[in-house]
């Protein structure tokens, strides 16, 4: 288990985030979706949109003083997005932290549930935090890539 510390992303962060994304895919997902289509979805520069959600939604798990990943959370949805960790701290705990982190955030707001899309890679990190399947989906990137993906949700508990 690894001792990440979880933070409110800036801004600032959104260059490291949008690098360990990329990371990420590129290193989970292969195997899972025709390499084409991950390089079509990684491809591109950072958007000012993207930058400016990673500063309004985002929050980063620091490692000995190093982003080791992201996650987001829309607590107006209960929607939980763009977990990514980087490489070299997968397996960890890193993702776990992450998610955890959201989940409380949730709670706090008084939510009962959260729900994402998984990649299927990362379908059965997912189940293992409890969540549930609730269907395949299709998502649609913004770079015209279409990826298969899981719904997934999970009641919180707690108060």
């Known amino acids: 288990m690894t001792n990440a510390q979880m933070r ?12 360990l994304r990329r990371e990420a895919i590129l290193a989970q ?9 991950l390089e079509i979805w990684t491809s591109g520069a950072m958007s000012d949109t993207f930058a400016r959600r990673v500063g309004e939604l985002f929050y980063v ?13 829309d607590l107006s949805t209960g929607k939980i997005d763009a977990v990514f960790v980087r490489p070299d701290c997968m397996r960890r705990g890193v993702g776990r932290t992450i998610v955890d982190h959201l989940e ?34 299709l998502y649609e990137s913004s770079l015209g890539v279409s990826l298969a993906c899981l719904a997934m949700s ?3 508990q707690g108060g």
């Open 154 to 156: 999970k009641p919180l």
């Open 29 to 37: 997902c292969a195997g899972h979706y025709p390499v084409r289509d």
């Open 61 to 73: 798990a620091d490692v000995e003083g190093c982003t080791a990943g992201s996650g987001m959370i």
């Open 8 to 19: 409110k992303a800036t801004i600032k962060d959104a260059p490291t985030v949008f690098a």
């Open 104 to 137: 409380r955030l949730a709670l706090r707001a008084g939510l009962s549930h959260v729900h994402l899309e998984a990649t299927l890679n990362a379908a059965p990190f997912y189940r293992a935090l409890g969540f549930q399947d609730e269907g395949e989906r």
